[in-house]
C-alpha cells in the first residue's frame, strides 16, 4: 500500500553542491510531476512526466533536471543548488487513461540550501 | 493561462462554526476545479473535484463546494468544524484533462480550530 514514495524526506546541502531526489510509485501511474512548496505561493509545477522516457518543463524548471528511464521512477535533480531552492518538494503521480484530475502525492522532501 | 487565487492565508473557526473557504479562478477552457488538503507533514489528499454536471459537489469529511461560472469561484464550505478539520487547504484548476493534466494550485488556506 505504498502509493507514492519520496527519498530522502531531509537534506542539507551547501551552495553548489548537487543532488537527486527519487520518487517511486507503485501504482502503474503513466504521469508524474514534480511541485515546490513554498509559503504564500501554493504548489508550483517544476517538471512533469506523460511516460516513460518523457519529460517536460513546467512552470519553473530553471535550475532543476529531471529523468524518467522506468514508468515507476520520477528523479529530480539539483546540480548546482541554491539558497533559494530552499524549499518542500512534493512528487504526485496521475492516471492518464481515466481523467479524473486526480493527484496521488508523496508526503514531501524537506530541502534546505546552506 | 490559468491561474487560482485563495483569499485568506489564514482561517480562525471555532469548533462548530461553519467553515467557509473562497477560491476563484481564471480559464480560458471550462475549468476542472479541486480542492485539497494538507495535513501536518504529509502530501496532499484531494477532498472534493468539480468536472461536469451538479455544480455542488460533495467531498470527504463533510466538505462540499459550489461551481459558480458567472462569479468564476469555487468556495469550499463545512457546516460545522471539527477539531480533525485543522490542516492547509489548496484550491486548483487542471488543464482540463489536456497533455499531462496538469494543475495549478492556489497559494493555500491554513485553518486553525479553537475549542
Known amino acids: 500500500n505504498a502509493g507514492v514514495t519520496q527519498t530522502p524526506k531531509f537534506r542539507v546541502l551547501k551552495t553548489g553542491q548537487s543532488m537527486t531526489l527519487l520518487c517511486a510509485q507503485d501504482?502503474?501511474?503513466?504521469?508524474m510531476y514534480w511541485y515546490r512548496q513554498d509559503p504564500g505561493m501554493g504548489l508550483r509545477l517544476i517538471h512533469y512526466?506523460?511516460?516513460?522516457?518523457?519529460?517536460a518543463k513546467g512552470e519553473v524548471p530553471d535550475g532543476y533536471n529531471v529523468s524518467r528511464l522506468k514508468k515507476q521512477n520520477f528523479l529530480l535533480g539539483l546540480e548546482s543548488a541554491a539558497p533559494s531552492q530552499t524549499s518542500v518538494y512534493f512528487c504526485?503521480?496521475?492516471?492518464?487513461?481515466?481523467?479524473?484530475?486526480?493527484?496521488?502525492f508523496g508526503e514531501g522532501s524537506r530541502l534546505t540550501v546552506l | 493561462a490559468q491561474s487560482v487565487t485563495q483569499l485568506g492565508s489564514h482561517v480562525s473557526v471555532s469548533e462548530g462554526a461553519l467553515v467557509l473557504l473562497r477560491c476563484n479562478y481564471s480559464?480560458?477552457?471550462?475549468?476542472?476545479l479541486f480542492w485539497y488538503v494538507q495535513y501536518p507533514n504529509q502530501g496532499l489528499q484531494l477532498l472534493l473535484k468539480?468536472?461536469?454536471?451538479?455544480?455542488l459537489v460533495k467531498g470527504i469529511n463533510g466538505f462540499e463546494a459550489e461551481f459558480k461560472k458567472s462569479e468564476t469561484s469555487f468556495h469550499l464550505t463545512k457546516p460545522s468544524a471539527h477539531m480533525s478539520d485543522a490542516a492547509e487547504y489548496f484550491c486548483?484548476?487542471?488543464?482540463?484533462?489536456?497533455?499531462?493534466?496538469?494543475?495549478?494550485f492556489g497559494g493555500g488556506t491554513r485553518v486553525l480550530v479553537k475549542p
Open positions: 504526485a503521480s496521475s492516471y492518464e487513461r481515466e481523467y479524473t484530475g486526480e493527484l496521488f
Open positions: 501504482m502503474n501511474h503513466e504521469y
Open positions: 512526466s506523460v511516460g516513460e522516457g518523457t519529460t
Open positions: 480559464s480560458s477552457v471550462p475549468p476542472y
Open positions: 468539480y468536472t461536469t454536471g451538479a455544480t
Open positions: 486548483a484548476v487542471s488543464d482540463n484533462g489536456a497533455a499531462g493534466n496538469k494543475l495549478t
